[in-house]
C-alpha cells in the first residue's frame, strides 16, 4: 500500500511559478498512474492532471493546460506539478493521488485509492 507526502506548497504572486512534490513510499512506486487533484474552500475537489505510470502520457484539465506540467521519475518515487503563469483562481490545497486503475486515464476522484493529505497554494492578485 502506497503512501503519499506532498509539499513545495506556499503564497505567490499572480502570474508566479511553484513545483509541488509528492513522495511515494510503502509500494512499488512505477505500478501506479499518479494525479493531481485540488479543492478550493467551498468547492469539490477537482482534476488537475495525470501522468501514466511509465511517465509516456499524460493529461491535463482544460483550466491549466499550457501552464501545468505533470512529470515522475520513477527513480526517485515521485511526482511533481510545475505551476507556470499562476491566477488567484488556483489557489487551493492540492493532493497528489495514486491509481491502478485499467484504462490509465482518468480524472474522477473516487478511480483513486491513495491520497496524500494535501498542500496549500495561495496565488494572491
Known amino acids: 500500500q502506497v503512501q503519499l507526502v506532498e509539499s513545495g506548497g506556499g503564497l505567490v504572486q499572480a502570474g508566479g511559478s511553484l513545483r509541488l512534490s509528492c513522495a511515494a513510499s510503502?509500494?512499488?512506486?512505477?505500478?501506479?498512474?499518479m494525479g493531481w487533484f485540488r479543492q478550493a474552500p467551498g468547492k469539490e475537489r477537482e482534476f488537475v492532471a495525470t501522468i501514466r505510470r511509465s511517465g509516456r502520457d499524460t493529461y491535463y484539465a482544460d483550466s491549466v493546460k499550457g501552464r501545468f506540467t505533470i512529470s515522475r521519475d520513477n527513480a526517485k518515487n515521485t511526482v511533481y506539478l510545475q505551476m507556470n503563469s499562476l491566477k488567484p483562481e488556483d489557489t487551493a490545497v492540492y493532493y497528489c493521488a495514486a491509481t491502478v486503475r485499467y484504462p490509465w486515464l482518468t480524472t474522477r476522484t473516487r478511480d483513486y485509492g491513495y491520497w496524500g493529505q494535501g498542500t496549500q497554494v495561495t496565488v494572491s492578485s
Open positions: 510503502g509500494g512499488t512506486f512505477s505500478s501506479y498512474n
